[in-house]
């Protein structure tokens, strides 16, 4: 249903304040890339644009921004994120401004979840019209692997398919990162086979990767490079490397945010096998957070496109996870 409600967003009303949540952060993001192209239109994005986040800016700075009127230009555009982060004082002030939003701004709202006890959510429900991700079900998530595949010109049999959703889980982003390091992967070959999925995102033990995530958080840079070492010394490909410190990333973020039950819908795995998981996000829970992806991505755009060897690339991203880890 939530990848239905993608393709139809160009019909979704824009409407003064509309709150995307949902913790399928892909979904909000090509929700919010869909409203804000159609809210500006060929309006200069710059000068009708802004971004904010809650608990970072001041809560006045939104609301002035939203009450600014557009320039040469039908609508400006506004995003707050992570509003669940809004403290008791700020959200007084973006209450007050939903009863009477600005007519010519679209506020966009979003947060992978917001409290319903909280005044000023329930006034939100009323007031905004408030769009719903779910994490999409195991058939669309197969489909979703089935588009991302044809995208790259590639095709896969079912169980391969089934395969990398029970390996990857049911997030969107997750999966087409998946998808897109296998195809590149398999180069020129015209399918990705069961063989190359387990090349790329199996071999590698659970070990190895506890034993990086460690080293990681522990800032223990010695024994960080050291384990990055073996591994490709051991003829492991710097994607896959990087495609399981993702999971395991994803795995021990969904477990601090979501707790053992969500995770475990999204990450197949035997029962015994979360324990050291659960371990290691109570360990570095106050230092988890959704920061970790940006390196991450950014290390998968430059395996694709740098003409850098690829182990130091790899070993830049984790330098760059252990800046953010401060």
Same mark, same amino acid.
């Given at each position: ?11 979704? #009303? ?68 992570? @509003? ?15 009863? *009477? ?26 007031? &905004? ?41 049911? *997030? ?48 223990? %840079? ?10 490709? @010394? ?8 990087? *495609? ?13 945010? *979501? ?10 795995? #035997? ?5 050291? %998981? ?5 360990? %570095? ?21 740098? &003409?850098?060897?690829? #182990? ?15």
């Amino acid at each position: 249903m939530s990848l239905a409600m993608l393709k139809s967003s160009e019909k979704i #009303p824009l409407d003064p304040v509309v709150a995307l949540i949902g913790p399928e952060a892909y979904l909000r993001e090509k929700f919010r890339e869909s409203l804000v192209a159609r809210a500006l239109g060929a309006a200069l994005k710059d000068m009708n644009f802004a971004q904010f986040f809650a608990g970072d800016d001041d809560i006045r700075r939104v609301v002035e921004a939203c009450q600014d009127y557009p320039c040469f230009a039908e609508r400006r555009v506004v995003v707050l994120r992570d @509003a669940g982060d809004l403290k008791a004082k700020e959200a007084e002030t973006l209450s007050a401004y939903l009863d *009477s939003p600005q007519p010519t701004t679209l506020l966009l709202i979003d947060d992978e979840k917001l409290d319903g006890r909280l005044e000023w959510v329930k006034k939100l429900k009323k007031k &905004a019209r408030v769009i719903e991700l779910e994490t999409p079900a195991r058939d669309e998530a197969e489909a979703w692997v089935r588009d991302c595949l044809q995208r790259e010109g590639k095709k896969a049999a079912p169980e391969v398919v089934e395969r990398l959703v029970d390996w990857v889980g049911l *997030s969107l982003g997750a999966l087409q990162l998946a998808v897109t390091q296998c195809c590149l992967y398999i180069g020129d070959e015209p399918a990705l086979r069961l063989k190359d999925v387990e090349e790329l995102l199996v071999k590698v033990t659970d070990e190895n990767v506890f034993e990086v995530i460690d080293a990681l958080f522990q800032k223990n %840079y010695v024994q960080l490079h050291r384990s990055l070492e073996l591994l490709l @010394a051991s003829g492991e490909e710097p994607l896959k490397i990087l *495609s399981l410190i993702h999971r395991h990333i994803s795995i021990l973020l969904t477990l601090k945010f *979501s707790g053992l039950r969500r995770a475990g819908s999204l990450f197949r795995m #035997p029962p015994m096998a979360w324990k050291k %998981y659960e371990q290691q996000a109570h360990r %570095y829970g106050k230092r988890l957070g959704l920061a970790l992806w940006a390196p991450l991505t950014r290390a998968d755009l430059r395996l694709k496109g740098s &003409a850098l060897p690829r #182990p130091l690339l790899l070993k830049r991203c984790v330098d760059e996870i252990i800046g953010l880890l401060a």
